[in-house]
Structure formats: C-alpha cells, structure tokens
C-alpha cells in the first residue's frame, strides 16, 4: 500500500498544501487542483531462443540492484507498448528486434521504488523468438549481466519484480502445456 504523497507542491499554484483525499489523490488546499496517483506503464520483453532459452537480465542499478529482470521500462509518449518492448531490449542487451517481432502475452500490476517513492506500475508483457542470443551487447548502466536460462530453470524467486516473477511463471505453465 501507499504510504505519503510524492506531491510536496501543487503543480498548478506551486503552495505547499497538498493534502491527501485518499491513497491515490492529493488535493491542493489552496486551489483545490487534484493530483492522482496511477500506474505507469512499462513494457517487459520475455524472449526465448530455439532451444527454448529465455533471456534473463541481472540488474546494475537500484531498485533491484543484482537482482533479476527481463528486459523492459517505461512506455515513452507516443509509444505501443511493443515499440517500447523493441526499444528497451535494443538499449538494455543490444538485441534489435522489430516491434512486430513482439506479441502481448499478459498485463499485471507491479511496485517501483523511485525518487523516495513506491510508485504503482502496470507491466505489459510480449513474447518474441529469435533463432540465438549470439549478438547481445549489455548496456553497463541497465545490466551486469545476461543468462540464456532453459525456460523451467528461471529461478523465480530471483527476480527483482514479483510482476515478472509472474509473467515467467505464467509463461513456463504455458509453455509446459504444450508439450
């Protein structure tokens, strides 16, 4: 749960009454001009090779820090969601694939501690195949390190996010389905 209002001064009049009408609106005492709290969106790339692999990420920065992740971020204006699949996973591990290379596969909610705050996140999910991971350049700032992980060996417990935690189980019961 929510705890505080990451909003100190009013974006309109600037005062520094901010009261909290609940969890997710804080209202200006002065002008009355309502700020919300809503999920950001992000989008979460789940990748699996040939061999049926699934391209994990070990985490360089907080939150998180040493902890695992997929490759993924925040939706930039004007984006899809599978456009910022591409672009994040092209940024994150050096994997350029077209966003019609991605297919939504889930939606969950998700927590982010950022600048002194937990911010609520919805976490779009999309799968895409490639034939290998023999091209990929990790970007220092985002990831220390790649695995390429047979798909029920993904240690779930590992994750940075239980969001993904989830979409990699969602994925292996799927996947284990089909066989």
């Known amino acids: 749960m929510i705890t505080g209002s990451p909003f100190q001064y009013c974006s309109r009049c600037g005062h520094d009454t901010m009261a909290a009408a609940s969890s997710r ?38 939150p998180g820090l040493g902890k695992l992740g997929l490759p993924g971020g925040v939706i930039e204006p004007a984006e899809t969601g599978e456009e910022a699949a591409a672009r994040e996973t092209r940024e994150e591990v050096g994997l350029d ?5 991605f297919r939504y596969f889930a939606s969950l909610p998700n927590w982010y501690y950022y600048q002194d705050y937990l911010w609520p996140t919805l976490d779009l999910f999309f799968t895409a195949s490639v034939p290998g991971f023999d091209s990929l350049a990790p ?20 994750f940075a996010f239980e969001s993904n935690a989830e979409a990699v189980r969602r994925l292996q019961e799927q996947r284990a389905r089909l066989v």
């Open 139 to 158: 970007s220092p700032e985002e990831v220390s390190e790649i695995f390429a992980l047979p798909l029920a060996e993904v240690p779930l417990a590992d």
């Open 25 to 62: 609106e804080h209202v200006c005492d002065d002008c009355g001009y309502r700020h919300f709290i809503t999920p950001f969106p992000a989008a979460c790339a789940l990748i699996l090779d040939a061999d049926g692999r699934l391209l994990v990420t070990r985490r360089a920065h907080e």
């Open 97 to 101: 694939l077209p966003p019609s290379a």
